[in-house]
């Protein structure tokens, strides 16, 4: 069956710090992945998309992704972490044709 | 361009009974979706539709219907409103590409239900 996993419920960071979020998918064939962000009260704001091409995408906020397909990984990561980045993190799969699924989210805090 | 909206924000209501969500979009887009959200679950698809006048179920679509009369609007449907259904639900709509398939969601709806 087509999963997507993040195996990181929750992760706390100190501000200035490295980041990396890990998301898993279980697919048949290679998907399009997506990392979506939800601040609170709001709702999901895209951050990044792989298609194809470049493993390693760049997206909003100076957050970058990278598709590794012999683990079918898709983890976000970014060099300094700021305050406001404190969020609940998505990742996304939908193979075309299909319908998205979601992972069950990261929610990420950080220390000042 | 508003993007998504979502009416309303916020809602409580008794079990037993009903409302209607609506979800409006701007970007003429053809694809259009109803989630929830729980804790720890990530986002289930309830309900989509591809088009005007179409509709098809998703995930978890026992307790809710939907209609796509208008092609910007998509409307979410509870008959009879149990506690279980007290969730956070989410709209989002997407063009009909083949290179672009990302979905732009709403603010969400709040609702509970006693």
């Known amino acids: 069956a087509q999963s997507v996993t993040q195996p990181d419920i929750h992760i706390t960071v100190s501000e200035g710090a490295s980041l990396e979020l890990r998301c898993n998918y279980s697919?048949?064939?290679?998907?399009?992945l997506f990392w979506y962000v939800q601040s609170p009260g709001q709702g999901l704001q895209l951050l990044l998309k792989?298609?194809?091409?470049?493993?390693l995408v760049q997206g909003i906020k100076g957050f970058e992704a990278e598709f590794k397909r012999s683990q079918s990984s898709f983890n976000l990561r970014k060099p300094s972490v700021h305050w406001s980045d404190a969020a609940e993190y998505f990742c996304a799969v939908v193979v075309y044709g299909q319908n998205f699924v979601f992972g069950p989210g990261t929610r990420l805090s950080v220390l000042p | 361009n508003a993007g998504v909206t979502q009416t309303p924000k916020f809602r409580v209501l008794k079990t037993g009974q009903s409302m209607t969500l609506l979800c409006a979009q701007d970007m003429n887009h053809e694809y259009m979706y109803w989630y929830r959200q729980d804790p720890g679950m990530g986002l289930r698809l309830i309900h989509y539709s591809v088009g005007e006048g179409t509709t098809a179920k998703g995930e978890v679509p026992d307790g809710y219907n939907v209609s796509r009369l208008k092609k910007q609007n998509f409307l979410l449907g509870l008959e009879s409103a149990a506690p279980s259904q007290t969730s956070v639900y989410f709209c989002?709509?997407?063009?009909?590409?083949?290179?672009?398939?990302?979905?732009?969601f709403g603010p969400g709806t709040r609702l509970t239900v006693l």
């Open positions: 989002a709509s997407k063009r009909q590409d083949v290179d672009t398939d990302t979905q732009y």
């Open positions: 697919y048949g064939a290679t998907p399009y």
């Open positions: 792989y298609f194809s091409g470049d493993t």
